[in-house]
């Protein structure tokens, strides 16, 4: 099952710096576990924003929540899921 989600990353201004620099790199190590095992197809960046589109392959809904909800950052963000179907004029299937 493919799910478009949306990551807006509010950190608190008054969070200390070398913690704020910590989660980041929990949560790119994290992003790149997924990534590399096909769970986080897709993960771009929206131009001006600390915000991602992402593209997830997972198994249920359940998985998703899972998945999403162990993001170190996920404290911090404000997140849009959105359940994909394939395009009948798509040319391949995703
Ligand atoms: O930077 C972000 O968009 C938030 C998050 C997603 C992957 C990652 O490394 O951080």
Same mark, same amino acid.
């Given at each position: 099952?493919?799910?478009?989600?949306? @990551?807006?990353?509010?950190?608190?201004? #008054?969070? #200390?710096?070398? #913690? %704020?620099?910590? &989660?980041?790199?929990?949560?790119? %190590?994290?992003?790149?576990? $997924?990534? +590399?095992? !096909?769970?986080? +197809?897709? &993960?771009? +960046? @929206?131009? !001006?924003?600390?915000?991602?589109?992402?593209?997830?392959?997972?198994?249920? =809904?359940?998985?998703?929540? *899972?998945?999403?909800?162990? &993001?170190? $950052?996920?404290?911090?963000?404000?997140?849009?899921?959105?359940? &994909?179907? *394939?395009?009948?004029? %798509?040319? %391949?299937? =995703?």
């Amino acid at each position: 099952m493919l799910f478009l989600v949306h @990551m807006q990353v509010n950190i608190p201004h #008054d969070l #200390d710096p070398a #913690d %704020a620099a910590a &989660l980041i790199a929990k949560e790119k %190590a994290y992003s790149q576990e $997924l990534q +590399r095992n !096909g769970t986080w +197809r897709h &993960l771009w +960046r @929206m131009v !001006g924003q600390y915000a991602n589109y992402s593209v997830f392959d997972v198994a249920s =809904n359940d998985e998703l929540h *899972q998945k999403l909800s162990a &993001l170190p $950052l996920y404290p911090y963000m404000t997140l849009e899921v959105t359940p &994909l179907a *394939q395009h009948p004029s %798509a040319l %391949a299937p =995703n």
